[in-house]
């Protein structure tokens, strides 16, 4: 007899926390802005068998025999990735962003050398030289900041590379609401022979739809998350440009070594399968109209807003995403907000402002995004109600201070959310939430 449902009978527990897991989406609004729904071409790509296959290397020259169909598999992958970006070269074999980074640095850098990018508190990621992560703490990193109205200051990057001469530099970030001034970087990385390297791990998505310029004329490197706008599994591409294979005709190679065998073992076989669907879906024309109606719809919820009364960073938005300054209620209240907007139906996320007064584990503001809900097929209108929701929410906790005192910050924020999840508010606003969701269904 063929098994029908394997999962649910081997091991009841997982399966029924995959359940639990489905109904919390299909009656919540997930608004992290790195996160999105898949389709379901790329989640059985995911979960087929290819991830039982040994394929070190790269396709028709490999350590192990019998790849001739992953072979054919990666080939249409990194055909699909050059295609749709544009560029001579790719590499889809890094499992994730962060070590995507990781192999950019090992193809142009050595240990020690000087290295710049965004400030985390400024919306940069954490593999752009924060002190934390590898890149701050193998390399000697230079950070720039954006300027007390929210976007990038090149006058002090400009000034930072001329100083330290950086040998990579990166522009691209994890919560910076505004188009990146790609060509601007460009010239201050060409005046000081450095490097340009595009993360454009949020917002690659938005870059194949035409919703945001794209980095290749100006840019040598560019890596990106699949898993975010893009829509695809959890993975990452690094691409070289023509301009980056002027630089160095070798950059390709130095990727593919530092992917492998510098950082990576075996490639993920199935997780390139299913970039490679992704890829595809990305490059129909359905999806120019997923990414601009992205963008329209957080000009949409980021108007809402405003005109109810929260200050956005940067006045306003781009792109998919936006952050809400919550330093006008408190400093470091973003906890509460996302607890209180959590117990709501409305997934997001605590975040740091620029020059925040606070600390990144209890940041002063919130970062939200629509990726996931467009996908879901949500409009303008369903954002101006989403947004008033929103900031009714957050009105209920405009009285809630954090504790000055460190060790009574985690105690205070346990009894505050027990108290807001009997809150009347809260609990209207997850009724109507649930109410929209099922108007959108997802395909799972
Ligand atoms: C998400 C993100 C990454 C890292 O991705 P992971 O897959 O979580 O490692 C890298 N850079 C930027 C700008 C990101 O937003």
Not at 191 to 201: E, K, P, R, T, Y
Not at 269 to 282: D, F, K, R, S
Not at 378 to 402: P, S, Y
Request: charged content about 25%; aromatic content about 8%.
């Amino acid at each position: 007899m063929i098994n029908k449902n394997p999962l649910q009978q081997a091991d009841p527990s997982i399966f029924e926390l995959v359940e639990a897991e489905k109904k919390r989406r299909q009656e919540g609004l997930e608004m992290i802005p790195s996160e999105n729904h898949t389709s379901l071409a790329v989640l059985e790509a995911l979960g087929s068998l290819l991830t039982d296959k040994y394929s070190e290397g790269y396709p028709h020259k490999r350590y192990y025999g019998g790849n001739e169909f992953i072979d054919k598999v990666e080939d249409l992958a990194i055909a699909r990735a050059k295609e749709a970006f544009g560029v001579p070269f790719a590499n889809v074999q890094p499992y994730s962003g962060t070590p995507a980074n990781f192999a950019v640095y090992l193809a142009t850098c050595k240990a020690g050398d000087t290295i710049m990018g965004q400030n985390l508190l400024d919306g940069g990621h954490l593999t752009h030289g924060w002190k934390t992560s590898f890149s701050g703490i193998f390399y000697n990193s230079v950070q720039y900041h954006v300027k007390p109205d929210g976007y990038i200051d090149l006058d002090e990057a400009r000034k930072l590379a001329q100083e330290h001469k950086p040998k990579l530099i990166w522009v691209g970030a994890s919560a910076y609401p505004r188009e990146f001034p790609f060509k601007e970087m460009g010239e201050i990385a060409d005046s000081v022979g450095a490097f340009l390297a595009a993360d454009i791990a949020h917002i690659s998505g938005l870059v194949l739809g035409g919703a945001h310029a794209s980095p290749v004329p100006f840019v040598h490197i560019i890596t990106t998350t699949t898993h975010k706008t893009l829509r695809g599994p959890r993975g990452a591409l690094i691409m070289a440009t023509e301009k980056g294979l002027q630089k160095d005709p070798e950059l390709g190679a130095k990727l593919d070594k530092a992917v492998f065998p510098g950082l990576q073992g075996g490639p993920h076989n199935h997780q390139t399968a299913a970039i490679a669907v992704a890829l595809g879906e990305a490059m129909k024309p359905e999806f120019k109209d997923y990414a601009h109606q992205v963008v329209k719809n957080a000009k949409a919820l980021a108007q809402t807003l405003m005109d109810n009364g929260l200050k956005l960073v940067s006045s306003g938005t781009d792109n998919h995403l936006m952050l809400v300054d919550l330093t006008p209620l408190g400093i470091g209240v973003g906890v509460f907000a996302e607890k209180a907007l959590d117990l709501a139906g409305i997934t997001l996320n605590k975040n740091t402002i620029p020059s925040d007064p606070s600390s990144p584990f209890y940041p002063s503001g919130i970062r939200l995004g629509t990726p996931a809900i467009t996908s879901r097929g949500m409009k303008e209108e369903e954002m101006k109600h989403i947004g008033k929701w929103i900031a009714e929410v957050v009105e209920e906790i405009k009285d809630v201070k954090l504790p000055e005192a460190k060790e009574e910050r985690p105690a205070f924020v346990k009894e505050f959310s027990q108290k807001i999840a009997e809150n009347q508010k809260v609990k209207e606003v997850k009724d109507k939430v649930r109410e929209l969701c099922t108007k959108f269904p997802l395909p799972y």
